[in-house]
């Protein structure tokens, strides 16, 4: 018979050791302080992403996006570009220009600061403009946290983002802008 503090020590190991490679199979798009470029496949937008923090690494993230096609409706995309650019450890507000889509993210980590420059790829259907948007909540709620944003549902994107960055803690927290589109084509180039 093996005494009660043993197997409670082999089930605390076990527990952890499963948490400790949750995160190692989510398919990353980068590795601790590597930059990536991510887009999704023409006609598709971003609808989650999920990044995994590590103090010890860098206190850099590792990040995994997913994408899914538009609606018929929209059409397809009729131009796509890569949009502002945010400095390193620099507070960041973006929303795609001419009333794009979030259909790809690059960026690059610097040593320097701890932090990483970042860039939306975005793309334009037609001549339809963005209602009913909100933002977020803060992704991860707290810094050093795992995060994950998954578009609450279908008929809403991704446009933007704002996010903070903690000079103290070495992290961002995000708050996405998700719209609806309509469905007819508008006049506005902007929005």
């Known amino acids: 018979m093996i005494p009660a503090p043993v197997v409670l020590a082999l089930s605390l190991l076990a527990t952890a050791a499963a948490q400790s490679h949750d995160h190692h ?3 990353w798009v980068n590795g601790y302080r590597q930059g990536f470029n991510f887009q999704c496949p023409h006609g598709e937008v971003i609808v989650a992403a ?3 923090y590590s103090e010890q690494d860098g206190s850099d993230r590792l990040w995994s996006f997913e994408c899914q096609p538009t609606p018929e409706g929209l059409g397809e995309p009729s131009d796509c570009w890569w949009d502002d ?3 390193a450890g620099m507070e960041w507000t973006s929303s795609c220009s001419r009333n794009g889509l979030v259909a790809g993210v690059q960026s690059k980590y610097f040593e320097s600061v701890l932090d990483r420059e970042w860039q939306f790829y975005c793309c334009f259907y037609k001549r339809r403009c963005p209602y009913s948007c909100m933002k977020s909540s803060d992704v991860p709620e707290q810094y050093r946290e795992e995060g994950e ?3 609450p549902s279908y008929g809403y994107f991704i446009r933007g983002a704002q996010t903070t960055f903690s000079g103290v803690l070495r992290d961002r927290q995000w708050k996405y802008t998700l719209c609806r589109m309509t469905d ?5 180039q902007n929005l």
């Open 184 to 188: 007819f084509d508008c006049e506005f």
């Open 85 to 87: 650019i945010n400095r």
């Open 50 to 52: 999920r990044s995994y």
């Open 149 to 151: 944003l998954v578009v």
């Open 25 to 27: 199979d989510m398919g």
